[in-house]
């Protein structure tokens, strides 16, 4: 399951959308392509495990060849989790060579011929982020060694406006390959699982997890989701993992697992964090690697509305236009 023996979640099944615009896919990119779009549409109804592709933008970080956490991609060359995985790693962020991200996965435990597997250049957690368990701004952004290949198995996510709300009972997925419940790991071939959540008011989830004033652990950052009750909450997902929500088609990023307090237990929600939050972060890191003039041509992930040209020297003194990300 998830690093350091923070909450992880798990999972059951549903459809959930909003009716909220979310950003355009950029002009001339193919629209098979776009971003949280996934390109196989079918659904085991009544099971807990994901179809295959299902969820395309999922991947493993893995330690040692063995899975660490979740993550989710955004581009051909980066990939967003949650920087507590990395806590133990903290003075080796700049050469993670024990780390890589496996994609295009469905089973851990066989994940075929046509799975990408790529080193890690560097990680880059927030700069506010304490190391603290359950401290906001908890995101770390994952460079990849090379840039991967979109495919049917490997497509990005959407990042969510800044002016998307989430009311309360929005229903939203998470996955992951986390454990199904305390110390039990999935057992093989570990295929991806999901679970259907709802989303839950920030002030309910503050008053469950108030510790007297001034110790608020819900932050302006966080998001809660999952069942008051416990029982289907039950301990799998993977930290880092994603908290899915589709709007009008797509599918977006709206928050990063992060903490809970034990598995599926009444009262103790998941918490996540939100990244119509840390959006413009993400996008200043992202934006700052320039792509290279092979990697101009490929489709990119789309943050951005087209809203203008964005110029630019590449790291080859090429000019980069459109509102393209490396």
């Known amino acids: 399951g998830g690093a350091l023996g923070l909450r992880d979640l798990r999972v059951s099944l549903g459809t959930g959308g909003l009716g909220v615009p979310h950003h355009q896919v950029l002009k001339g990119t193919p629209s ?104 906001r701004a908890d995101i770390a952004l994952v460079r990849l060694e090379r840039s991967i290949q979109f495919s049917e198995r490997v ?19 998470i996955s992951g390959w986390g454990s199904i419940q305390d110390g039990v790991p999935l057992p093989h071939p570990q295929t991806l699982q999901k ?52 709007v009008d088609g797509a599918w977006l990023l709206a928050g990063i697992i992060s903490w809970g307090e034990g598995c599926a237990e009444r009262n103790r929600p998941g918490v996540y964090i939100s990244l119509s939050a840390h959006r413009s972060w993400v996008e200043k890191i992202v934006a700052l690697v320039y792509i290279n003039v092979n990697d101009f041509y490929s489709y990119f992930a789309c943050f951005f509305p087209c809203l203008g040209t964005l110029e630019s020297k590449g790291p080859e003194g090429v000019k980069v236009g459109g509102w393209m990300l490396a």
């Not at 990408?116 to 368990?133: D, I, L, N, T």
């Not at 990042?159 to 997925?173: E, G, K, M």
């Not at 819900?218 to 029982?231: P, R, V």
């Open 32 to 135: 098979s392509l776009a971003c949280g779009k996934p390109q196989q549409l079918n659904r085991v109804v009544g099971g807990e495990d994901s179809t295959d592709s299902e969820w395309p933008w999922i991947v493993s970080i893995q330690k040692n060849g063995t899975h660490h956490c979740a993550g989710s991609l955004l581009t051909s060359r980066w990939v967003i989790t949650a920087a507590h995985c990395f806590k133990e790693y903290v003075h080796n962020l700049n050469k993670p060579s024990l780390f890589s991200v496996l994609l295009g996965a469905w089973q851990l435990g066989n994940p075929g011929s046509r799975s990408q597997k790529v080193g890690v250049a560097w990680v880059q957690p927030h700069p506010v982020y304490s190391w603290k368990e359950g401290a």
């Open 195 to 246: 679970l259907k959540v709802p989303i839950i008011d920030s002030e309910v989830c503050s008053h469950l997890y108030w510790r007297g004033a001034g110790q608020g652990p819900i932050t302006e950052d966080m998001l809660c989701a999952g069942y008051l009750e416990g029982e289907r909450d039950a301990c799998l997902g993977d930290s880092g993992g994603p908290l899915m929500c589709q």
């Open 155 to 173: 497509l990005p996510i959407c990042l969510p406006d800044a002016s998307i709300h989430l009311p309360p009972n929005t229903h939203c997925w």
